[in-house]
């Protein structure tokens, strides 16, 4: 938690996520956030730059519990367009094919080519 906390809390990243995916989001498209964290940061940030719908996937059980309720409690409309999904992306069906693929695969799944390998699957299954 102390990872992401402080992942969040640096406002140079965190802003040239959100610029990168205002620049290229377009409204209306469909996003796919692998490894949300707790926060569901970029999944947040690829609804507000506008698309209609965002799938928010999250392996640790915690995390993504965490993510849930930072969601629920939001008073921000365009939450509702974010679905959180509890599971390793591999596993996860999503009801429609998707624009775009984020993620910040950081840390032990991203070493010794875990990422590389989330990320074909992904780009595999849940991209159009």
Not at 18 to 40: M, S
Not at 87 to 116: M, Q, R, Y
């Amino acid at each position: 938690m102390l990872y992401y906390k402080d992942m969040v809390s640096d406002t140079a990243r965190t802003e040239a996520y959100a610029q990168a995916l205002r620049e290229v989001i377009k409204h209306g498209d469909v996003v796919v956030d692998i490894g949300t964290g707790p926060f569901a940061l970029l999944a947040c940030q690829a609804a507000q730059a506008g698309a209609g719908q965002v799938f928010a996937i999250e392996v640790d059980c915690e995390a993504a519990k965490a993510a849930r309720q930072f969601l629920n409690a939001s008073y921000d409309s365009w939450t509702s367009r974010i679905e959180l999904k509890q599971g390793a992306s591999a596993n996860v069906v999503l009801p429609i094919k998707t624009d775009f693929v984020v993620h910040e695969l950081i840390g032990l799944i991203a070493g010794c080519e875990g990422a590389a390998a989330i990320l074909r699957d992904a780009f595999t299954r849940h991209v159009k």
